[in-house]
Each structure stands twice: as C-alpha cells, then as structure tokens.
C-alpha cells in the first residue's frame, strides 16, 4: 500500500476510514483522554520541541498543526465548562504522516497520547516525566552557572594575586 503524503490524501472519510483499518495504532488510542485537564502550554511547548527534534530544524506551521491535531481549542459555542474528548490520536497521527514520516509519526503521536492520558490524572495537567526533565534541565544550568561563577572567581584571583606581585 502507498504512503500517503500529506493530509489531503486523507481528507475524504472514506480514505480515512480505509486507512484507518490499513494501520496498526497502540492499544491506548481506544482511550479517550480529557483534553480540558491538560496543561495546554506545557504540552504546546512539548509539541514543538519534538517536532523540532524529528525534523532537525523550527518548522511553526509543522508545530502548530501537530499542536492543533492533539491539543484543539475549543469553539465559541462550545460550552467552557464541558470536558471535550474529540481528540482522535489515530486520525492525528495520520495526518502527521506527510510531515514526519510513518515511523516518526507512529513514534510521536504514540509516545505524546501515552503522555496525555497519564497527565490527564495529575492535579495540574502536566506529566510527571516533564516535571522530572524540567527538573534535571534546571540543576544542569545551576550546576553551570555555579562552574562558571567558581572560574571567575579563581580568575579574579589569579588576578589579584598577579597585581600584587607586580
């Protein structure tokens, strides 16, 4: 069977349901996940680094169709207080398939739903694993702030020191 390149391809219901039943998805896209639970920035900004990671490069139409596809606000007839699980991981990873690739999009969108469903249960919407990466991104920058303030210092001293001898 063909690849379907780009989302045109995919645009009739037909030819989606057709491939739909032509691919294997993760047994986790059958659950349905609140979307209205989720930290929207936080999975945003999420989004956009994995997809710059595929690619190799900043692609904001990419990021925000991808951003879009998992995270979709709401209308302005939508009642806010309703929770909306119109999200479909299967259709969304198919429509990524034109920018990313297959393996790349089956990767991306299984690993992002994974993450979706278990923040869905955190009190503030985001995932633990974030948390954890956000962590350990900022003791690497205070552990380099504090290398670089501790060379500086040794600098200034060897400084003064040498102005003294002089």
Not at 67 to 96: C, K, M, S, T, Y
């Amino acid at each position: 069977m063909p690849t379907i390149k780009g989302t045109s391809s995919i645009a009739s219901d037909h030819a989606l349901q057709k491939q739909i039943k032509a691919t294997t998805f993760p047994p986790n896209f059958t659950e349905k996940c609140n979307i209205g639970k989720l930290h929207r920035a936080v999975f945003a900004r999420h989004i956009e680094r994995q997809v710059e990671s595929i690619l190799g490069f900043e692609d904001e139409i990419v990021s925000s169709t991808a951003v879009n596809l998992f995270l979709p606000e709401r209308g302005p007839d939508e009642d806010p207080h309703a929770d909306f699980w119109d999200v479909d991981p299967r259709r969304a990873q198919l429509d990524l398939v034109g920018f990313l690739g297959e393996e790349q999009s089956a990767s991306f969108a299984a690993g992002l739903w994974t993450m979706m469903l278990g923040a869905q249960d955190c009190p503030n919407g985001v995932p633990r694993e974030l948390v954890e990466r956000k962590k350990e991104e900022m003791r690497r920058q205070r552990e380099e702030r504090e290398r670089r303030e501790a060379e500086e210092r040794a600098q200034a001293e060897r400084r003064a020191a040498a102005a003294d001898r002089a």
